[in-house]
């Protein structure tokens, strides 16, 4: 169902083969074409939704403007290049995903994951069904390149005015979009209502997700909008309230992380099960491990905590 969230905002919802159920696709008239902000998985059913609102809306998609993909996730960015094929508009994308895409169409997921799942405690029936979820998670996406990469304040196209703001957490180039005269923040993955994003730490490349998911929060702050449209669930009415809660969040994790290192030290595997508990299928496993290293780096960043090498195991412990 296609609702005006606001004058000339649209918002549908494109089914996910994932929990959450769907995602929010927004489409922006500018005046001067329409922003697509992301796109959806690359399935028939999420491109005959697509269509379907297009038709709805009465739109042609030569009258698309812009895509915005707020990061790379495959709810997010799987539609991008089928979207760009029937319109010609350019993909919007923050720099760091942007080259993450780039390496992930070229040479597949990274090749020292098995070591480090190993070093981090990860069982090794695990870490290969870990493996395994990847190249579905990639058949959900259609490759593609994005052609700019907006950096803070950069103008987007259109005829409203809309600004890429960076905010790296959830992923390392999570891009937000600000329609300015309105305070509307089209937040992605960065903030949602019902749950909180995962932030987790995937690539050497990006050693503290968790500190620029903080800043990234308190960046949202200083911009103050009115509201926030996120990427899954309804509107927030009273962002601040949602970012302090965020916020807090994670302060009460941290705590949890530094509690679950008793002397001698555990793993960032040990750590998650105590955290997290036991009772999680298999994804939920891989997110709370990745969620508990990020945390437990950040910790060891801050200087709460120690990370040390004990034979082939990496263990953490309090000083
Ligand atoms: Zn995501």
């Known amino acids: 169902m296609t609702m005006e969230?606001?004058?000339?905002?649209?918002?549908?919802?494109?089914p996910v083969p994932f929990k959450l159920g769907h995602v929010n696709l927004y489409l922006v008239?500018?005046?001067?074409?329409?922003?697509?902000?992301?796109?959806?998985?690359a399935t028939a059913e999420a491109a005959r939704c697509v269509h379907e609102t297009f038709k709805q809306v009465g739109i042609d998609y030569s009258e698309i403007a812009g895509i915005v993909v707020t990061h790379f996730h495959a709810d997010h960015a799987g539609q991008a290049a089928r979207v760009q094929q029937l319109s010609r508009a350019p993909i919007y994308m923050g720099k760091p995903d942007a080259d993450y895409v780039h390496e992930f169409f070229r040479d597949g997921p990274p090749p020292d994951l098995d070591e480090c799942l190993a070093s981090h405690g990860v069982p090794a029936r695990l870490a290969t069904a870990f493996r395994e979820v990847l190249p579905a998670l990639g058949r959900l996406m259609i490759p593609f390149a994005a052609d700019v990469a907006p950096a803070t304040g950069d103008r987007l196209g259109g005829g409203r005015t809309l600004i890429g703001v960076l905010t790296p957490g959830h992923?390392?180039?999570?891009?937000?979009?600000l329609l300015q005269e309105e305070?509307?923040?089209?937040?992605g993955d960065h903030i949602l209502p019902h749950i909180t994003p995962h932030i987790g730490l995937y690539s050497s490349a990006d050693p503290n997700p968790l500190g620029n998911y903080l800043s990234s929060l308190e960046a949202v702050l200083r911009i103050a909008p009115r509201r926030i449209l996120p990427a899954?669930?309804?509107?927030l009415e009273d962002p601040e309230r949602r970012v302090r809660e965020l916020l807090e969040h994670h302060r009460q994790r941290l705590d949890r992380m530094v509690a679950a290192t008793h002397p001698p030290g555990s793993t960032a595997w040990e750590v998650s099960r105590v955290v997290f508990g036991g009772d999680?299928?298999?994804?939920?496993?891989?997110?709370?491990?990745?969620?508990?290293?990020?945390?437990?780096?950040?910790?060891?960043?801050?200087?709460?905590l120690r990370r040390v090498r004990d034979n082939s195991r990496t263990i953490y412990l309090s000083h």
Do not use: K, M, Y
Request: one cysteine or more.
């Open 29 to 41: 008239d500018t005046g001067n074409g329409f922003i697509l902000v992301d796109t959806g998985v």
């Open 171 to 177: 992923t390392p180039g999570h891009l937000c979009v």
């Open 280 to 304: 999680l299928d298999l994804v939920e496993r891989w997110l709370a491990f990745f969620e508990s290293l990020a945390h437990l780096e950040h910790l060891v960043l801050e200087g709460t």
């Open 5 to 14: 969230v606001a004058p000339g905002v649209f918002r549908f919802q494109v």
């Open 183 to 187: 305070g509307i923040l089209f937040a």
């Open 232 to 235: 899954h669930g309804p509107p």
